[in-house]
């Protein structure tokens, strides 16, 4: 039976959105196009009528989780934000979570359409992030910019170094409530954060 270009393309985006949750929780090394495929409900073989090669669907599933992210942080004030993503629960469940805490280092060593992915991911983040500055002095806005670029870069850091201590380790947990202390203080302080 001959499928229909929408369904091609509903069944494309389902194999993104299946990529997208298996490689943040196992890494891009850790899924197997085989796996990513009988995961999404589909045939090894059908892989190659959807992607050119697996650094495709890479590129395209992080480009996914970003802009699921961007949703997130929309919906958000920064503050609440924060507070979750540097939680235990955020922490537990990286299929379900920031791409960049997830693939950043599996990122480092792909080809460059991958790291491109994480460019335009990073910088969508630096943008929604911006709230309602826009027609700030430049001076200003290169500071609140510097601001929210060290403000990932630690919600980020605090959540790899969190899951890098076993589960049950005090300083898992110790890690995430100081950074978010540290974060939640500073946003305080910073109104164009």
């Avoid at 997208?20 to 045939?43: K, P, Q, W, Y």
């Avoid at 990122?107 to 460059?112: D, L, V």
């Avoid at 991958?114 to 969508?124: D, L, P, T, W």
Wanted: charged share 20%; net charge negative.
């Amino acid at each position: 039976m001959k499928v229909t270009k929408a369904q091609a393309q509903a069944n494309r985006a389902h194999i993104v959105e299946t990529a997208s949750a298996l490689f943040r929780e196992r890494g891009f090394d850790g899924v197997g196009v085989a796996d990513l495929m009988a995961a999404a409900g589909f045939t090894h073989g059908g892989f190659y009528k959807h992607f050119g090669s697996k650094a495709d669907l890479m590129a395209e599933s992080a480009s996914c989780g970003f802009a699921n992210s961007s949703e997130s942080l929309g919906e958000m004030d920064a503050a609440a934000f924060l507070g979750y993503y540097l939680s235990r629960e955020h922490r537990d469940n990286p299929g379900q979570g920031c791409t960049m805490a997830a693939l950043c280092s599996d990122a480092a060593r792909q080809p460059t359409s991958v790291k491109q992915a994480f460019v335009a991911g990073i910088e969508a983040q630096l943008a929604a992030g911006q709230g309602h500055h826009a027609q700030v002095e430049a001076t200003a806005a290169q500071g609140a910019r510097a601001e929210r670029i060290a403000l990932i870069a630690q919600a980020v850091g605090a959540i790899v170094l969190s899951r890098s201590c076993p589960d049950d380790s005090s300083l898992a947990e110790e890690i995430l409530e100081v950074c978010r202390a540290d974060v939640l203080a500073r946003l305080s302080r910073a109104p164009d954060a």
